[in-house]
T-cell receptor, first 111, second 115 residues
Framework: LAKTTQPISMDSYEGQEVNITCSHN???????ITWYQQFPSQGPRFIIQ???TKVTNEVASLFIPADRKSSTLSLPRVSLSDTAVYYC????????????FGSGTQLTVLP | DVKVTQSSRYLVKRTGEKVFLECVQD?????MFWYRQDPGLGLRLIYF???????EKGDIPEGYSVSREKKERFSLILESASTNQTSMYLC??????????????FGSGTQLSVL
């Protein structure tokens, strides 16, 4: 199983761009990278998924370098409501056991 | 939008009680999952199911069992609740059988306290 490492916490100010990096040194060829967001007292919510290079949707961008040993979730112009825990997952869909969430990154957006 | 509904938001039980946590999804998803979430430990997979009456153990199945009699409903059972099972329990579902990289849809969770 590809293990992921993320910072435990990050602070930012409203209006700034936030980049959260996830390290996954032993990612396998067939693995995808998926990010989830969790607000207090709610279940996690899918944000974005990618395999290589760059993926962008209405919420975030995901940057994956050529070696795929890390990935960066980019949140443009954060607001107070982006305060949440962000999880990086790596897996190829071969088994639900690969859906290991870890402790995530607590992002706190300050006014 | 997919809706995953967990029957209770908060639950307080006594040690030794049999506890049922219910989860229902409304989008005809094949896969359903039960996780528990504890501070500092992230989400840990307890059990999952790819189909009706089919179940597989996750990483921490001890002390738990599950039931999936209908496709839309996945129940988590604590046969004899213990204090170390005090936790937030999260149910999730996803669409494609066996393809677990499909995105997960979560319920809002049940905070269980065992006294």
């Amino acid at each position: 199983l590809a293990k992921t490492t993320q910072p435990i916490s990050m602070d930012s100010y409203e209006g700034q761009e936030v980049n959260i990096t996830c390290s996954h040194n032993n990612i396998a060829t067939n693995d995808y990278i998926t990010w989830y967001q969790q607000f207090p007292s709610q279940g996690p919510r899918f944000i974005i998924q990618g395999y290589k290079t760059k993926v962008t949707n209405e919420v975030a961008s995901l940057f994956i370098p050529a070696d795929r040993k890390s990935s960066t979730l980019s949140l443009p112009r954060v607001s107070l409501s982006d305060t949440a825990v962000y999880y990086c997952l790596v897996g190829d869909g071969g088994s639900a056991r690969q859906l290991t969430f870890g402790s995530g990154t607590q992002l706190t957006v300050l006014p | 939008d997919v809706k995953v509904t967990q029957s209770s938001r908060y639950l307080v039980k006594r040690t030794g009680e049999k506890v049922f946590l219910e989860c229902v999804q409304d989008m005809d998803h094949e896969n359903m999952f039960w996780y528990r979430q504890d501070p500092g430990l992230g989400l840990r997979l307890i059990y999952f199911s790819y189909d009706v009456k089919m179940k597989e153990k996750g990483d921490i199945p001890e002390g738990y069992s599950v039931s999936r009699e209908k496709k839309e409903r996945f129940s988590l059972i604590l046969e004899s609740a213990s204090t170390n099972q005090t936790s937030m329990y999260l149910c999730a579902s996803s669409l494609i059988p066996g393809y677990t990289n499909e995105k997960l849809f979560f319920g809002s969770g049940t905070q269980l306290s065992v006294l």
